[in-house]
Nanobody, 123 residues
Framework: QVQLVESGGGLVQAGGSLRLSCAAS????????MGWFRQAPGKEREFVAI????????LYQDSVKGRFTISRDDIKNTVYLQMNSLKPEDTAVYYC????????????????WGKGTLVTVSS
């Protein structure tokens, strides 16, 4: 099992940047694909980005391509989401998730979830 704790959320103006972090427990972090999802008020949770176990494959939701970057540090057992050029519509609770399956996709069901961190983008 793996436990996930997100951090780095906050209030930022439109056009600004934030970096989210997700720290994972356990000694098998490198065996998990890691993803970021978000849930805006009144909406369903949606996929944002995912990175493969090797870090060699990354996938993004179309609306964040070119603005967000997912990365991982297997020494620190941490996955990051660098968010640039933020828009008010990026306002949401952002969740980190993990899954041990070898093939990743934009609609895969993840096994493990963090509790989320709130990102608010003001206009």
């Amino acid at each position: 099992q793996v436990q996930l704790v997100e951090s780095g959320g906050g209030l930022v103006q439109a056009g600004g940047s934030l970096r989210l972090s997700c720290a994972a427990s356990g000694r098998t972090f490198s065996s998990y694909a890691m993803g970021w999802f978000r849930q805006a008020p009144g909406k369903e949770r949606e996929f944002v980005a995912i990175i493969s176990q090797s870090g060699g494959i990354t996938l993004y939701q179309d609306s964040v391509k070119g603005r967000f970057t997912i990365s991982r540090d297997d020494i620190k057992n941490t996955v990051y989401l660098q968010m640039n050029s933020l828009k008010p519509e990026d306002t949401a609770v952002y969740y980190c998730a993990a899954d041990s399956r070898a093939t990743i996709s934009t609609n895969m069901r993840m096994n493990y979830w963090g509790k989320g961190t709130l990102v608010t983008v003001s206009s």
